[in-house]
């Protein structure tokens, strides 16, 4: 068995509701750093600081892989590659990090559209899209050096390979050591809260978009078949009880589908009026969330024939496939 490689958590503040995210410094034969937090001056400083306690800036590092685009994950990313470090992510990471501008545009005339059906009105639907635009605001542009290809080996990490784990976002990556039981896991698996499978466009002038929570509910059922003994998450502490973890989550998207198949009744609804009705409280902060929150659960339904959909001027509506109408 070969000497493990050291895993150090280096956790940064964020703007953000989900609160601070931890990075990792992983040093084996290489020294690779995993995500740098947002494109704050704190996280900045601190990711700086941190690093300095090992001795290390970041032209010292061998490479950086980041999990995901989000910029809670990617936000220094341009810093470290531009201190000339090997850039690592999925090549599905590429049109949300490069700044593509067609894709920029494709993914806006998507929400505005895919909102527009759901019922959202138009005020709630700009108001998102501000959102996701001061988003992006807390990371930079680049493009990656190298894209990862699933199943392949880390370079310098012995007994590590990569791992495609998408639902949460669409490119998302995460490190795996099956001898050693562990997993770095980005945002797949968070110990206290439940990972959202946000709503993502479809690629560039494809016409499907992908059924996130049924993509991600694929991971999680994937990652039961794992060894995983110890999880390094993107948010909260470590955590050995995965099995149990993925279990729950599993089991809490299969009620949350009952309840919207019965708040469905003999209704037909559009996603934002199940949105009101579920999240009374939180739809017009959270109103992105929700959505996804909302509409993935209907994928789940649609997907196992216990609901159906409808269009009607433009709208769309769901109804229980026994309902009578
Ligand atoms: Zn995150």
């Not at 703007?15 to 084996?28: A, E, I, Q, S, W």
């Amino acid at each position: 068995m070969t000497k493990a490689d050291t895993i150090i958590p280096i956790t940064l503040p964020t703007p953000f509701d989900v609160g601070p995210v931890n990075c990792f410094l992983l040093k084996g034969e290489a020294v690779t750093l995993i995500d740098s937090g947002p494109k704050t001056h704190e996280a900045r400083e601190l990711l700086l600081a941190s690093l300095n306690e090992h001795g290390l800036k970041f032209e010292d590092l061998d490479q950086y892989i980041c999990t995901h685009y989000h910029p809670d994950h990617a936000g220094l990313s341009k810093e470290i590659q531009e201190a000339g470090v090997q850039t690592i992510m999925l090549k599905e990471a590429v049109p949300y990090v490069s700044g593509n501008s067609e894709f920029l545009k494709w993914t806006e005339s998507f929400y505005t559209k895919l909102y527009s059906h759901f019922g959202v009105p138009d005020s709630f639907g700009r108001l998102e899209l501000v959102k996701l635009k001061k988003l992006r605001s807390y990371m930079s542009t680049f493009t990656p050096d190298l894209t990862a290809l699933p199943g392949e080996a880390v370079p310098g990490h012995s007994g590590f390979i990569f791992l495609k784990t998408p639902g949460h976002a669409p490119d998302h990556l995460a490190l795996y050591h099956e001898e050693q039981g562990i997993f770095i896991g980005g945002d797949v698996l968070l110990p206290h809260i439940s990972s959202n499978a946000l709503l993502e466009p479809p690629a560039l002038y494809e016409t499907k978009r992908p059924k996130t929570l049924l993509q991600y509910r694929e991971t999680l059922k994937n990652l039961l078949t794992l060894n995983l003994r110890t999880v390094y998450p993107g948010h909260g502490e470590p955590f050995s009880n995965a099995s149990e973890l993925i279990q729950k989550r599993l089991h809490d998207q299969e009620e949350r589908a009952k309840t919207i198949e019965n708040l469905l009744g003999q209704d037909s609804l559009t996603v934002f009026d199940l949105c009101v009705r579920l999240f009374p409280k939180l739809f017009e902060r959270q109103l992105g969330l929700v959505v996804s929150e909302v509409a993935g659960h209907l994928d789940l339904l649609l997907d196992e024939n216990r609901i159906m959909k409808d269009e009607n001027q433009g709208l769309f509506y769901f109804s229980q496939t026994g309902a009578i109408r």
